[in-house]
T-cell receptor, first 114, second 111 residues
Framework: DADVTQTPRNRITKTGKRIMLECSQTKGHDRMYWYRQDPGLGLRLIYYSFDVKDINKGEISDGYSVSRQAQAKFSLSLESAIPNQTALYFC?????????????FGPGTRLLVL | GENVEQHPSTLSVQEGDSAVIKCTYSDSASNYFPWYKQELGKRPQLIIDIRSNVGEKKDQRIAVTLNKTAKHFSLHITETQPEDSAVYFCAARPGTYKYIFGTGTRLKVLA
């Protein structure tokens, strides 16, 4: 779904570095989410935001922070990256006006922390 | 705690046969159950969903069944084709925002 984009698509970084992953959407959806995907573990929710002023922790928020700069932009930061944060990260959006159920995923960012 | 168990983790079927993937959820408050298909290197995409007030839903070769009493829901793919090969994820939504995903099933359709 080209309406949800993520940058960068791939990133290699070193332990201790701060990095930011960005998500943008042109769908006009109010809700945005960040997930990480690890082999054998499925998708796990890191943070979610229902509005620019509404940000909430998900099940695995430790070591991460987020910023909702605008309705269309939701960024995920790793303040001090560690190797076990190596994963595939997905941003997703949903539309509260349509019930907020269907989530539309971005293409993913593959992160490697050395 | 809340969790969704998904089985099997891998499934190989001959082209034209049916495939069934099963999920069990723990939170009885779950009211929405989507299924996502993720092709290699691609993003998850919704293929079918079901709400807790419905027992079955079909869309061409794909169907989902829900047993609320047993907290089970299943994905059924009939007349499988090579392009059905992918990883399939189930999920349950116990609240208005949270989705609990299963660990995925890698389906291989053998030509």
């Amino acid at each position: 779904d080209a309406d949800v984009t993520q940058t960068p698509r791939n990133r290699i970084t070193k332990t201790g570095k701060r990095i930011m992953l960005e998500c943008s959407q042109t769908k006009g959806h109010d809700r945005m989410y960040w997930y990480r995907q690890d082999p054998g573990l499925g998708l796990r929710l890191i943070y979610y935001s229902f509005d620019v002023k509404d940000i909430n922790k998900g099940e695995i928020s430790d070591g991460y922070s987020v910023s909702r700069q605008a309705q269309a932009k939701f960024s995920l930061s790793l303040e001090s990256a560690i190797p076990n944060q190596t994963a595939l990260y997905f941003c997703a959006t949903s539309d509260a006006r349509a019930g907020g159920e269907t989530q539309y995923f971005g293409p993913g960012t593959r992160l490697l922390v050395l | 705690g809340e969790n969704v168990e998904q089985h099997p983790s891998t499934l190989s079927v001959q082209e034209g046969d049916s495939a069934v993937i099963k999920c069990t959820y723990s939170d009885s408050a779950s009211n929405y159950f989507p299924w996502y298909k993720q092709e290699l290197g691609k993003r998850p995409q919704l293929i079918i969903d079901i709400r807790s007030n419905v027992g079955e839903k079909k869309d061409q070769r794909i169907a989902v069944t829900l047993n609320k009493t047993a907290k089970h829901f299943s994905l059924h793919i009939t007349e499988t084709q090579p392009e059905d090969s992918a990883v399939y994820f189930c999920a349950a939504r116990p609240g208005t925002y949270k989705y609990i995903f299963g660990t995925g099933t890698r389906l291989k359709v053998l030509a």
